[in-house]
């Protein structure tokens, strides 16, 4: 079992930045994709970004340019940096863990841009 912890969610004004964090834990195999997520009330979790094991990245469209993931995989760390952002980027962040035996989720971190 696999868990995750995010980290570095919070309030920031339009343009600002921030970086959040997901520690992983558990029995965690080598080989694996992580990602982060994003939800709003009454939508569905949408893809912000994943990463794999070897650094090979995917993007949704709308974070291209702004966000970067990255991964730390001696710390079992995920990292994304938020630049640029937008009130649009409003949402609760998830941390996702991926490997053959399914998926693993964070609690979620609140990530508030105001205008």
């Known amino acids: 079992q696999v868990q995750l912890v995010e980290s570095g969610g919070g309030l920031v004004q339009a343009g600002g930045s921030l970086t959040l964090a997901c520690a992983a834990s558990?029995?965690?195999?080598?080989?694996?994709?992580m990602g982060w997520y994003r939800q709003t009330p009454g939508n569905e979790r949408e893809l912000v970004a994943t990463?794999?094991?070897?650094?090979?990245?995917n993007y949704a469209d709308s974070m291209k340019g702004r966000f970067t993931i990255s991964r730390d995989n001696a710390k079992n760390t995920l990292f994304l940096q938020m630049n640029s952002l937008k009130p649009g980027d409003t949402a609760v962040y998830y941390c996702?863990?991926?490997?053959?035996?399914?998926?693993?989720w964070g609690q979620g971190t609140q990530v508030t841009v105001s205008s």
């Open positions: 558990g029995s965690i195999w080598h080989f694996n994709t």
């Open positions: 996702m863990l991926k490997d053959t035996r399914g998926d693993s």
């Open positions: 990463i794999t094991t070897f650094g090979s990245t």
